[in-house]
């Protein structure tokens, strides 16, 4: 990974087109697509969402543009502070197509604390001949000598003038590394999340719940949000991220990304005592007389039942309600709830059953944040949302 390749990915996620970012970086749209997916391949996390027409991040990708956006003001930093200190010898930007390779930056930081080429080479686990080649190339790319040609180390002005801003890049590296590597320790902060009322029942609840427990320095503050309104929440910064039930008629915002988090498929919850209680599935079609409660916060799945009943041959007999009346109507013999309900959420509630339909309808979640660069609180958070979605995925799938 180099410096070039974090500059060209914060192009492109500003440009959001691989045409306009390629001109802004005078290269080529394959140059610059084989050097993101060589970035994606050395972290093992996808950066960019596929099959889209226009360039979307992924959460990681919001994630890692925290840190291009930190290489990139260093470099600017550095760029002035050399000029400042050699003037018109300077360099004051990487030429096009060039980087400097993080791994030479690091080694340069080492070779500046040893006395002897030999003594750095030997820390840096390389050959003085080796090592003296990697930092030629880096003083090619930064447009002046780093060292003094003596037997010692010996910094020149420019190396001077580099060496703080070198160990900035290696920390910079350090927590890419640490990012994008190993589980997520216990990070002190403060989050704020918007869940809907009734998910939080679901799978959110033991997200929310286990992070608390493995991450007790965080402050995790939780706001009830109905569905509608988790939106307009975010974009006015009321919170920091939200679980937001997919809306099939909203129209997606500009400025939010939504990341798939977990679905459910829609179940038909009878009473006990209901002539289709016992089916082990139910077509659309047995609904054709049935009249179907739709909890109002669900009112997304309604254009979902519709246009499956239509399908079928009919209109649907559609009542939004609340889903405790729901419940009351359904056990009174009213009709039936269509509803998304995790497995084994009923409890030991003997009054109901839940029936799966057919042919399968989900309901999907989302995690929902606003469209700018992830700092380590939030990312502590995601990274663990996913990593519990992906276990709850794969034990499903076994």
């Not at 930081?109 to 003296?132: F, M, W």
């Amino acid at each position: 990974m180099t410096t070039e390749n974090m500059r060209e990915f914060k192009v492109l996620a500003e440009k959001r087109n691989y045409i306009a970012a390629a001109q802004a970086l005078h290269t080529t749209q394959a140059s610059l697509s084989r050097h993101i997916m060589a970035m994606e391949e050395e972290l093992g996390y996808r950066l960019l969402e596929r099959n889209t027409r226009n360039v979307e991040l992924t959460l990681c990708g919001q994630r890692f543009l925290s840190f291009a956006e930190t290489a990139h003001a260093i470099q600017q930093t550095f760029d002035a502070a050399l000029v400042k200190a050699i003037g018109g010898n300077a360099v004051s930007a990487i030429p096009d197509g060039c980087g400097m390779k993080f791994e030479h930056i690091r080694q340069f930081t080492t070779a500046a604390e040893a006395d002897e080429l030999q003594r750095a080479a030997a820390a840096c686990g390389i050959s003085p001949s080796v090592l003296t080649k990697h930092m030629t190339t880096l003083e090619s790319e930064i447009g002046s000598s780093l060292f003094k040609r003596t037997r010692k180390v010996n910094l020149s002005l420019a190396g001077e003038v580099f060496l703080p801003y070198a160990r900035d890049f290696v920390h910079l590296e350090d927590r890419v590394r640490k990012a994008f590597s190993g589980t997520a320790k216990d990070t002190p902060g403060e989050i704020t999340l918007a869940i809907p009322p009734l998910y939080y029942r679901d799978k959110c609840r033991k997200v929310v719940e286990g992070f608390a427990a493995e991450h007790p320095s965080m402050k995790l503050n939780t706001l009830y949000v109905e569905n509608r309104s988790i939106s307009n929440l975010l974009l006015s910064g009321g919170c920091d991220m939200a679980f937001l039930r997919k809306d099939f008629r909203a129209v997606r915002e500009e400025k939010l990304i939504y990341h798939p988090f977990s679905s459910y498929r829609l179940d038909a919850v009878l009473a006990r005592e209901h002539p289709l209680a016992e089916a082990t599935s139910i077509e659309i079609s047995q609904l054709r007389y049935v009249r179907m409660f739709i909890h109002t916060e669900n009112m997304n799945t309604a254009d979902v039942i519709i246009k499956n009943c239509r399908a079928a041959g009919f209109e649907p007999d559609l009542v939004r309600t609340d889903l405790y009346s729901s419940f009351d109507r359904v056990k009174n013999g009213e009709g039936i709830l269509l509803y998304p309900l995790p497995e084994g959420s009923l409890g030991d509630d003997s009054s109901f059953t839940a029936v799966p339909l057919e042919p399968k309808i989900l309901c999907e979640t989302k995690l929902v944040l606003r469209r700018e660069p992830i700092g380590d609180e939030l990312w502590t958070f995601l990274r663990y949302a996913m990593e519990q979605d992906h276990s709850r995925q794969k034990t499903t799938q076994e």
